[in-house]
């Protein structure tokens, strides 16, 4: 590979790494709902949205927004989203815990239009686009033939660490164990003890918090506007599938390989870069429907 050419394709593995772990982020919703409750909450694009507009209003300077820093902007998009997805959960999905997938499924695209209609309204955020504020101004660092921006670097470094304090979480914490025992065996872990209810609260605020992060990651680099986040949410999810749904590491790991898959196709046919993902998900369903991490599982009958 000559010189040019390598640097090329360093400068597209740094991009794609940026903008895989703001797929990673996103998929972990996905993922984390599907592995206790076995359905796709196609709502969760959008939270990733509110929670870019919450941290817009968050960080702009008075009279429009609260002023905060970007530290306490994420951190009040990621509460104001966690508390969405559990008034997502109660309203809409825990009424039908017991109906049909496809009910459910239905139900899911239905919040999904109605937070993205919404949102559209003039009272609320309205239709146009709005720059996010220069909380950070963007320098570039020059790493041998590769530029990064401190802005990438941020988006890498703050999702991988918001992906450790999951993990951690889930590992080491006792509401982590119950989602795990929930997981596996939901009735079981109901006769054991554990409140699902609560559960299944705390998976839903998870996940929609580690969504609002991304959010505003991403929203540092362009702008919000009320439907940001369908492609972004469609592609996390053919991530998580990727990854191997229900698997948490598998989200992290697809959402890396899809972000890299992305900027390397863009490398040589650049109209192609979105149409990458859907053919990442038709090749994994063909080759290995579990996914790259993902393990079958056993149905009983």
Request: proline share 5%.
């Amino acid at each position: 590979m000559q010189d040019g050419a390598l640097s090329v394709f360093l400068q597209q593995l740094v991009n794609g790494l940026a903008w895989g772990s703001i797929y990673s982020l996103i998929a972990l919703g996905y993922t984390m709902v599907y592995g206790i409750l076995r359905f796709i909450n196609f709502a969760h694009g959008d939270i990733y949205m509110i929670g870019a507009y919450a941290g817009y209003f968050a960080v702009t300077p008075r009279p429009g927004g609260l002023g905060l820093g970007l530290f306490w902007g994420v951190l009040l998009a990621m509460a104001a989203c966690a508390l969405l997805g559990v008034i997502i959960e109660r309203a809409a999905y825990r009424p039908l815990r017991n109906a049909p997938r496809l009910t459910v499924l239905i139900t899911a695209i239905g919040v999904s239009l109605l937070l993205e209609n919404v949102a559209q309204h003039p009272s609320v955020f309205g239709p146009n686009p709005r720059p996010f504020p220069d909380v950070i101004a963007m320098r570039t660092l020059h790493l041998g033939p590769v530029a990064v921006s401190n802005l990438q670097l941020l988006i890498v470094g703050a999702s991988l660490a918001l992906m450790v304090v999951l993990q951690l979480i889930v590992n080491y914490t006792r509401i982590g164990r119950a989602m795990r025992a929930v997981s596996y065996d939901r009735e079981t872990a109901a006769l054991m003890g554990v409140n699902t209810d609560t559960v299944i609260s705390a998976t839903f605020a998870f996940g929609s918090a580690l969504a609002a992060a991304a959010g505003v990651l991403v929203a540092l680099v362009s702008q919000v506007e009320p439907l940001m986040g369908i492609m972004p949410g469609i592609k996390a999810f053919v991530a998580a599938v990727l990854g191997g749904i229900g698997n948490v590491p598998g989200a992290m790991v697809g959402g890396l390989v899809l972000g890299v898959s992305e900027y390397m196709v863009a490398w040589h046919w650049p109209d192609f870069r979105d149409a990458i993902a859907f053919a990442l998900l038709i090749l994994i369903l063909l080759v290995r429907p579990t996914g790259i991490l993902g393990t079958g599982a056993v149905e009983k009958v």
